[in-house]
Antibody, heavy 125, light 110 residues
Framework: QVQLQESGPGVVKPSGTLSLTCVVSGGSISSDDWWNWVRQAPGKGLEWIGEINHSGRANYNPSLKSRVTISVDKSKNQFSLKLNSVTAADTAVYLC??????????????????WGKGTTVIVSS | QTVVTQEPSLTVSPGGTVTLTCASSTGSVTSRNYPNWFQQKPGQAPRALIYSTNNKHSWTPARFSGSLLGGRAALTLSGVQPEDEAEYYCLLYYSGGQLVFGGGTKVTVL
């Protein structure tokens, strides 16, 4: 059973870079799944940040694309998020999640089935 | 920027039925958007309920079901239990590898 665990600094200074890591256990990051970052600002809804696969191909939310980089480290079975030029608006719980797929008879199934517990990041001086 | 819209809040009586919907600013939601539904309770990570429109995970209670309804994705809760009070989010896939969450629906069981 795949499990995900986020880690990183809980406080980041304004204009700085937010850096988080998600460790994958119980499975391989080299599977066909996509590895996602999602955030949730206080009292707000879920916001998709982006995703990466094991070969390093990444997709990003257009609204964050200019500031985000997601990378994968297969040797450590983990993937990472960097968000630069942060402001107070980037204060949120950051969660990692697995987006998998399987094929059936003439159709595909896509599912975001495994989530980390989330880590709180506060942007403050 | 694609926007996915859900009802902000719905109230349902215990034992009743409620349907939540998920609309896309780009047009009708189809099976090719692979709608996923999640339940989130305060202080917890989201929990997956439904994937690819109407497929349940092994842990999804039978009272939850997914469908396409009038150009929207829908999540129906039948025989609602008090523990179903939570925030519910849909997630849609768009070509090019974009994922968009809906704004969430707060379901109150009263």
């Amino acid at each position: 059973q795949v499990q995900l665990q986020e880690s990183g600094p809980g406080v980041v200074k304004p204009s700085g870079t937010l850096s988080l890591t998600c460790v994958v256990s119980g499975g391989s990051i080299s599977s066909d799944d996509w590895w996602n970052w999602v955030r949730q600002a206080p009292g707000k809804g879920l916001e998709w940040i982006g995703e990466i696969n094991h070969s390093g191909r990444a997709n990003y939310n257009p609204s964050l694309k200019s500031r985000v980089t997601i990378s994968v480290d297969k040797s450590k079975n983990q993937f990472s998020l960097k968000l630069n030029s942060v402001t107070a608006a980037d204060t949120a719980v950051y969660l990692c999640a697995k987006y998998g797929f399987r094929s059936g008879r003439n159709e595909y199934y896509y599912y975001m089935d495994v989530w980390g517990k989330g880590t709180t990041v506060i942007v403050s001086s | 920027q694609t926007v996915v819209t859900q009802e902000p809040s719905l109230t349902v009586s215990p034992g009743g039925t409620v349907t939540l919907t998920c609309a896309s600013s780009t047009g009708s939601v189809t099976s090719r958007n692979y709608p996923n539904w999640f339940q989130q309770k305060p202080g917890q990570a989201p929990r997956a309920l439904i994937y690819s429109t109407n497929n349940k995970h092994s842990w999804t209670p039978a009272r939850f079901s997914g469908s396409l309804l009038g150009g929207r994705a829908a999540l129906t809760l039948s025989g609602v239990q008090p523990e179903d009070e939570a925030e519910y989010y849909c997630l849609l896939y768009y070509s090019g590898g974009q994922l968009v969450f809906g704004g969430g629906t707060k379901v109150t069981v009263l």
